[in-house]
């Protein structure tokens, strides 16, 4: 179903002397990075070093944006209105700016970290806010969501969304994610993720946790790299998709080529 496909995974997610994931092999897979802005993980050296590399090796630029919990790794709802969502994601899109502009780059897209980009998907207040900061900010900008109301949000707001895939998580018949407080809402069997990572590209086909498929066009591929077999995970779906006669490429070439295709 899709000849293209972006990689994507979430870099830059140390803070200070601590580090998350393999970044640099993961750099060798990817064709996109989220990079962390400083509220739930990242720092200004972390940010400098990740964009250079990204430059470097030809990678993506994403901002990744979350709720202000360093603490907890965005993934607590930290009861925020609307307006403190909207002007927290400006701070963190404008700080990798910074940086991208410095290396003579862009930031392409926006993809929500951890709880907000779960609430983006169901809050539309959220959703609203998030499109607006984008669109005032770049109208070029990308915005990677689950199908909901920041995919909805974002398409008003005139800006182009990514429908991203996640590999590893159990999706509910609506599209959503199973929570991960749910049993098997995370999977784990390497062959089960790349067989279904490859029915979801090449078939449009997800198996929901219920048994039932569903429909997905999905533009990008998250793939997780902060977890023990992650990395060879990753390089595992990589090749397949590669050997399926799917072209791998950085989601602003994936998006391009979709906008010629319609």
Do not use: W
Not at 176 to 189: E, F, K, M, N
Request: net charge negative.
């Amino acid at each position: 179903m899709t000849s293209t496909i972006d990689l994507v995974a979430d870099l830059g997610e140390g803070f200070g002397a601590y580090t998350i994931g393999d970044d640099s092999e993961l750099l060798e897979i990817v064709s996109s990075a989220n990079i962390a802005c400083g509220f739930h993980a990242g720092d200004p050296d972390i940010m400098a070093a990740t964009v250079a590399e990204c430059v470097r090796r030809g990678v993506g630029i994403g901002a990744h944006p979350s709720f202000p919990d360093l603490r907890g790794f965005g993934r607590r709802d930290m009861g925020l209105s609307a307006s403190e969502v909207q002007n927290d994601v400006l701070y963190q899109l404008g700080a990798l700016n910074g940086f991208a502009a410095f290396h003579g780059t862009k930031v392409t897209h926006l993809a929500p970290h951890g709880r907000l980009g779960n609430l983006v998907a169901v809050r539309a207040d959220y959703a609203q806010a998030v499109a607006d900061a984008a669109a005032r900010v770049d109208n070029e900008l990308i915005v990677v969501a689950q199908d909901g109301e920041l995919a909805t949000a974002a398409r008003k707001a005139g800006l182009d969304v990514a429908i991203v895939g996640i590999v590893d998580r159990a999706y509910q018949e609506d599209g959503t994610l199973l929570p991960r407080s749910q049993s098997g809402a995370v999977l784990h069997d390497p062959t089960e993720i790349v067989d279904r990572t490859l029915r979801m590209v090449v078939d449009g086909k997800i198996r929901c946790a219920t048994g039932v498929d569903i429909n997905i066009d999905v533009d990008t591929l998250l793939l997780h790299g902060d977890n023990p077999g992650a990395v060879e995970l990753a390089r595992q779906i990589r090749s397949e998709l590669i050997s399926a006669g799917v072209r791998i490429a950085p989601l602003a070439e994936v998006m391009d080529a979709k906008r010629k295709a319609a």
